[in-house]
Structures are given as C-alpha cells and as structure tokens.
C-alpha cells in the first residue's frame, strides 16, 4: 500500500489528518501494490497527483469553494500559464480561466500559433478565494507543493506567470510585476516569464502591447515563429 505519510514528506508537505474512514480502511488492510512507500512514481502523473489531493483542507479556502480547480491542458507542454487562483466561474466550472480572463488568455496563446489544448494552464491556489481575494500567503504555502508537482511531472521549457500573485507565489513576495514583468527569472531551474494577468488587460487594455512583447519573448524561447505584425 502506498505511504501517504512519506509521500506528504517527499513533498514538503505536513502529514495528512487521519479521519475515521482511512482508520477503518487501515484496520481492515489493504491489497499490497508494486513499488516502495515514498517512490516518486506514487504521483508521477497529473492524474495520480489530483488523486492524492483528493478534496484537499489544508488550508481555510476549501470552507468556501464549489470545486477544487487543479488544472488542464497538455501533460507534454512546452509552456505552463501559472495564474493566482480560481475565480467564481472557475470555481463552479471546475476548470481554470473559463470566464472572460479566460477567452482573453485563449485568444493569446492562439495568437501564439497553438491551441489551449497544448498548453497547461493552472493556479498557484487551486480553490477561489473569497470575494476574488488575493490568496493569503499561509493559502499559497499550503498549495504551492502541488503546484511544484505539477511542474515536476510537465516539465515545461518555460512558465508565464500571469500577474502579481503568481509572480510572488513563484519569484517571493517582493516581486513586483510592474518591475520585473518582461524580464527573465526561474523557478525551479525553469525559465519564467512574467506578465501581466488577463483580467487586468480587460480593466487596462493599453496594457494589450505589453503582454504581447512578453509573450514574443516566450514564443522565440520556445522557437515559435513570431509575426512582425502580431
């Protein structure tokens, strides 16, 4: 059987809470499966890790949430669009970026020459804050190690950080997008890209060029052809 507890370390994670099911499921036993507690294989898939979340409480924002949002897109994806968290149509929807931030951030990367079915695109914190909050930072610790998995398994050859949260949950809380956004950093040896989030294009639509500049410099780190006129 697999070792949650070790698997939970492995990640960085506290062990999880024991309820009264897993008890009666321990006391009865469980088949024996291949591979050692703790291997990385226990979640060396998308799948296996949304799996392991299950309804995830490890942090005050499932009180109020609809649907965990984990994520979608390609597990093979040259490219991963971290945004900051669901918002209320994300939430009741299950997917990311599903209302209007979301066509925006359709049409940029079909711009891009690719469809969101090739991409991967996900959050730092995978259930909505309420009142379209910004995450607070004890949320984004419990969420980050997933979202850390996540990356491990796609291992993408560039991340755009869509926005001031995702940038902090990514580069630190000093991050600032306004200063750093077009600029290259890492994160976990990945080349990350900064840039501003859909929904404040659709507040701020002069900020449209910028974005655009960013996402070039995406495209030609990743060898997509890149129009004069995009």
């Not at 040259?78 to 968290?85: D, P, Y």
């Not at 994300?90 to 970026?97: K, N, S, T, Y």
């Not at 994160?187 to 002069?206: E, F, G, Q």
Request: proline share 7%.
């Amino acid at each position: 059987m697999k070792n949650l507890v070790e698997v939970h370390r492995e990640m960085g994670l506290e062990p999880p809470p024991i309820s009264n099911e897993v008890l009666d499921f321990l006391e009865a036993g469980a088949p024996e499966t291949s591979g050692s507690p703790g291997q990385s294989d226990d979640v060396g898939s998308l799948e296996e890790l949304r799996s392991f979340m299950g309804e995830c409480r490890r942090c005050k924002l499932h009180k109020g949430r609809s649907r965990l949002v984990f994520g979608e897109g390609s597990p093979r994806s040259e490219v991963v669009f971290v945004g900051e968290g669901p918002g209320r149509e994300e939430d009741m929807a299950g997917r990311p970026f599903v209302g209007k931030a979301g066509g925006l951030l359709t049409r940029i990367i079909k711009a891009m020459g690719l469809a969101r079915e090739e991409v991967y695109i996900c959050n730092v914190v995978k259930c909505h804050p309420p009142k379209n909050r910004d995450p607070e930072e004890d949320e984004m610790q419990a969420c980050i190690p997933f979202l850390k998995q996540q990356l491990t398994i796609i291992r993408p050859g560039v991340i755009c950080a869509l926005g001031k949260v995702a940038g902090q949950g990514l580069l630190g809380r000093d991050f600032k997008i306004t200063r750093e956004r077009g600029k290259w950093h890492s994160y976990m040896d990945i080349p990350v890209m900064p840039t501003y989030h859909p929904a404040y294009l659709l507040r701020n639509p002069s900020a449209k060029r910028q974005v655009w500049e960013d996402v070039q410099k995406i495209m030609k780190h990743m060898g997509l052809e890149v129009k004069k006129n995009g």
